[in-house]
């Protein structure tokens, strides 16, 4: 009784110390995880939040599909907001629930951030690349999270709010106007005429404008189905041409005798996997020749190289598992008159499965997460994953790292399907009772 005291306790707390241990190394790819759902902007917090507040799926949606901004040109312009700024030369006037209107004597760039419902009435339409541009057109509406406009608007505005808080030293003469701090006063349900310079900074709102000058219409980001097939692409060729030449040569090295088999195999794979920094110098001579071939900036070279990169190991990992299968299964193959290419496609193919599936799997992650080859080779139209990945990196102190942790989470996660469809084969004993004595 005792004893089984003993095991049960023993198998418990070995449990136990497993979970944690899981816990710690899966804990990064969940808070990974929780900044994808996190609202942009809210990485930063003085205390770590494993459950995320205000979850959204925005994150995801921006890298899926994009966003578009509108840029109009016009003189007049009517805008609804929820809430937003006027920012003028002595202060500023914050407003709730408002709408804002004029006519600018000169002009004016409003760029709308985040755009929905756009709508454009008359024009000249022209498009190029992601950018369509309507010139003087008859009616422009656009619904967007953000309105700006950096150099302001110079003439008369009228604003109509429910309420606002103007804060500045010289507050203009506004009916009702009621200080109720250091340079900060408030008024509500205002109807006021201003002149001179405003600049807008406006959160969810609809602009307006008759009798535009110009409208710009540009796709902002939302190119990762581009990036996904291309890396798609370079991952599958990488596991059909590894494949191709790894199981005949598996088969080769475990059943055919021949001169220095028992050293060729091992002294290639220890001089590509262990080369230091050989590798560097081969890398230099590489790009060399496929400059002077005219091959850069090419994806289906990548797969070529990835594959014979691959060869080596996958060929000394997958012989392993042909050893293990009976030479029996050859031996009657052959008496009824099979070639060596039907016995690798009918008998050893199905029968190695399982180190087939594991050879796949090994080759499509190389292919899928290379990195160094692919930047160095590849121009920006030709990017997969990894490289735009590395790119959204390049400015670190304005990255995003809500939408990066997304990106992250849907680069990682045709590896994580991957590994669920091969799991079956790589478990399974397809050799076990096979041959009957």
Do not use: C
């Amino acid at each position: 009784m005792k004893e089984r005291k003993k095991d049960v306790l023993k198998t418990a707390l070995l449990t136990m110390l497993a979970v944690i241990i899981m816990g710690m190394i899966l804990f990064p790819v969940y808070y990974m995880f929780t900044v994808s759902l996190r609202p942009e902007g809210t990485l930063v917090s003085t205390s770590l939040q494993l459950v995320p507040q205000n979850a959204t799926l925005d994150n995801y949606r921006e890298i899926l599909f994009g966003h578009k901004d509108v840029t109009v040109m016009t003189k007049n312009f009517n805008i609804t907001a929820d809430s937003g700024k006027l920012i003028g030369n002595n202060y500023v006037i914050e407003f709730k629930d408002g709408t804002i209107w004029g006519n600018s004597m000169i002009t004016t760039q409003f760029n709308m951030k985040y755009a929905q419902h756009i709508e454009v009435e008359g024009g000249n339409k022209s498009t190029a690349q992601d950018q369509i541009r309507y010139v003087k057109g008859e009616f422009v509406k656009v619904s967007a999270k953000k309105i700006v406009s950096n150099l302001g608007v110079i003439g008369t505005t009228y604003l109509k709010a429910e309420s606002i808080t103007i804060i500045g030293n010289e507050p203009p003469n506004i009916p009702g106007l009621k200080k109720v701090g250091n340079n900060t006063y408030v008024a509500n349900n205002v109807n006021i005429k201003l002149n001179g310079r405003f600049r807008l900074d406006i959160g969810h709102s609809t602009f307006q404008s008759k009798n535009f000058f110009l409208t710009l219409i540009n796709k902002i980001g939302g190119e990762f189905f581009g990036y996904l097939k291309r890396s798609l692409i370079i991952a599958s060729l990488t596991v059909l041409l590894t494949l191709l030449f790894v199981v005949p040569a598996a088969y080769s090295f475990s059943r055919m005798k021949f001169f220095g088999r028992e050293h060729v195999l091992y002294f290639y794979l220890m001089f590509t996997q262990v080369s230091g920094g050989l590798g560097i110098a081969g890398l230099i001579a590489l790009y060399g020749m496929l400059v002077k071939l005219g091959l850069t900036n090419n994806i289906y070279v990548l797969p070529l190289i990835y594959a014979a990169g691959a060869v080596p190991f996958n060929t000394w990992l997958l012989k392993s598992y042909v050893d293990s299968i009976s030479t029996d299964f050859d031996e009657a193959a052959l008496v009824d008159g099979a070639s060596y290419l039907q016995i690798i496609r009918h008998v050893i193919f199905p029968m190695a499965l399982p180190g087939i599936a594991t050879v796949a799997v090994f080759a499509f992650i190389g292919g899928w997460t290379e990195l160094i080859i692919a930047n160095l080779l590849l121009n920006q139209n030709n990017y997969p994953l990894t490289v735009w990945l590395y790119s959204m990196l390049n400015d670190l102190r304005n990255v995003s790292w809500n939408q990066f942790s997304a990106a992250a989470m849907l680069f990682a996660l045709p590896v994580f399907v991957i590994f669920l469809l091969a799991q079956r084969f790589i478990r399974s004993g397809l050799t076990i009772g096979g041959l009957k004595e």
